[in-house]
């Protein structure tokens, strides 16, 4: 099955704690993308990726980091420096701007 | 700032009617794409429109392209209790690397 993958689908953090969320696809699609959706809000843009080895910092990109070593695998690391990621976490992917395919979701508590 | 916006913020209707959400946007645009997104998971692309088209149908859905007053509709028709979800739009602007979603409308069928 083609498709985009998150996991875990829940995740704790404890404070001062880094915590990676993954995101993997195999649609073959150049650009990957994280969001961040706060309750009753829509997405806000953290990092995306048009192309493996390159990343461009999105709207809110502070206290998080991300790696494109593999064309399917986009992981955001969620560091200390963000002090407020209680949240959830959404990863896309697309032939660039063309119609974004998103995974289920991370949802990111902080013990 | 957000490119796009809905209106309204939230729609409760009885099952069987139409439902119509508006998006407004600011910057002229490549195409114009609406998501759904169920409580919890992650967004399901619906639809897209460029800018060179006025009308687009899909099913029960229909939308609409107004790029002299930018703005674009949604109109779901004969609705069903799993249309039940929170509807975005997320336009694609000339010269930007990424989309920019809006903050959504949620919309809510009653049985």
């Known amino acids: ?111 | 700032s957000q490119q796009g916006e809905e209106d309204p913020q939230a729609l409760s209707i009885q099952e069987g009617e139409n439902a119509t959400m508006n998006c407004s946007y600011k910057t002229s645009i490549n195409n114009l794409q609406w998501y759904r997104q169920n409580s919890g998971r992650g967004l399901v692309h619906l639809i897209l429109i460029r800018s060179n088209e006025r009308e687009k149908h899909s099913g029960r859905l229909r939308v609409t392209l107004d790029t002299s007053k930018k703005s674009s509709s949604l109109l779901i028709t004969a609705s069903r209790a799993a249309d039940t979800a929170s509807y975005f739009c997320a336009t694609d602007a000339w010269g930007a690397q990424k989309l920019v979603f809006g903050q959504g409308t949620r919309l809510t069928i009653n049985p």
């Open chain 1, 1 to 111: 099955d083609g498709g985009i993958t998150q996991s875990p689908k829940y995740l704790f953090r404890k404070e001062g704690q880094n915590v990676t969320l993954s995101c993997e696809q195999n649609l073959n699609h150049d650009a990957m993308y994280w969001y961040r959706q706060d309750p009753g809000q829509g997405l806000r843009l953290i990092y995306y990726s048009q192309i493996v080895n390159d990343f461009q910092k999105g709207d809110i990109a502070e206290g998080y980091s991300v790696s494109r070593e593999k064309k399917e695998s986009f992981p955001l690391t969620v560091t200390s420096a963000q002090k407020n990621p209680t949240a959830f976490y959404l990863c896309a992917s697309s032939k660039q701007k063309e119609t974004q395919y998103f995974g289920p979701g991370t949802r990111l508590l902080v013990l």
